[in-house]
């Protein structure tokens, strides 16, 4: 099973035991119907899959876009894709790409100034996390995490969808989010208990997936430095798929009590074609938290 290193920044925890984790997964198998290249290599820049419906599919193994433009930007050789296959489509030429794209370890890394507009509380409670190594992020103790930093997570998530709903599920601590599609309303977020994935609905708009969520619980992690989200938090995801190896992907938050306006990053994924979740049991043997120390 994957195990933490004994370190004290949460970035650092998951990047080692992503390392670690990529070498105990299931072997590539084909999926069906995929489109191909000549060589038999899956084709990412082919078309995207429709369900009976007529609806983007949008299932599939996906991981952050990172690195250059067809790049993999995830330690594996430049220009191959998994298993030594093509490289990921380049990041899509319009959409999201007129935002930046969203960090792991700093929302805003590709922001100007490289800061969120964070009301004054927020800054001070986000230097103060920063400056406590970031010790007390869920993450480090095999806690789940925000939605909207799943999304740039180095370890990959799934989407499993139907007519009913879409399910997501998060290789880290193996979290499990549920996006209905059947129609109903988004619950009043002082009427239900306070979610770690919060409540999120979706509907189709075209091609788009537009997903609303809210029922956060308090003061949560959306970065490894620390930035904050409240329960007062309304997050927008508009989620495309342009090509078979493409999903793009743009995040909103609309959090007055914790930011000076709303603001949108992009968090492009890419396809890990024929490929699987590993199980991902955080909390087994790890023997790290004793170790995560602050000043």
């Known amino acids: 099973m994957p195990k933490r290193n004994v370190i004290a920044i949460a970035a650092v925890v998951m990047f080692l035991t992503f390392s670690l984790a990529i070498f105990a997964q299931w072997p590539l ?4 119907g995929a489109p191909k290249l000549a060589n038999g290599q899956p084709d990412l820049n082919g078309p995207a899959p429709k369900t009976a419906d007529g609806k983007p599919d949008l299932s599939g193994v996906w991981s952050p876009q990172r690195g250059g433009p067809g ?6 050789e430049q220009g ?5 296959g093509p490289p990921p489509p380049p990041a899509p030429s319009n959409g999201s790409t ?7 370890q700093n929302m805003a890394q590709n922001m100007p100034g490289g800061l969120l507009p964070y009301q004054e509380w927020a800054l001070k409670l986000r230097n103060e996390r920063l400056a406590e190594n970031s010790k007390d992020h869920p993450d480090a103790h095999c806690l789940p995490l925000n939605p909207v930093q799943l999304w740039v997570h180095p370890q ?3 989407f499993i969808q139907n007519a009913r709903e879409i399910v997501m599920l998060a290789e880290p601590n193996g979290g499990t989010r549920q996006i209905f599609t059947d129609g109903r309303a988004l619950p009043n ?6 979610w770690w994935y919060g409540y999120s609905v979706g509907k189709w708009e075209g091609d788009t997936l537009i997903v609303e969520s809210t029922g956060f619980l308090d003061n949560g992690w959306i970065d490894e430095n620390g930035s904050p989200i409240s329960n007062e ?12 190896g493409t999903l793009e992907v743009e995040v909103t938050v609309n959090d007055p009590k914790t930011y000076t306006r709303p603001w949108t990053v992009a968090a492009n994924q890419r396809l890990m074609p024929d490929d699987e979740l590993i199980e991902f ?10 170790h995560l120390v602050g000043k």
């Open 29 to 32: 198998f084909p999926t069906p």
């Open 71 to 76: 790049g993999q930007g995830d330690g594996k």
């Open 80 to 84: 191959k894709g998994p298993g030594g």
């Open 98 to 104: 007129r935002f930046p794209q969203g960090g792991f």
């Open 156 to 158: 990959p998530r799934k």
């Open 189 to 194: 977020k002082d009427d239900v208990q306070p």
């Open 233 to 244: 938090a309304h997050v927008t995801e508009r989620i495309r798929r342009p090509n078979y």
């Open 281 to 290: 049991i955080c909390g087994e043997n790890n023997r790290s938290t004793p």
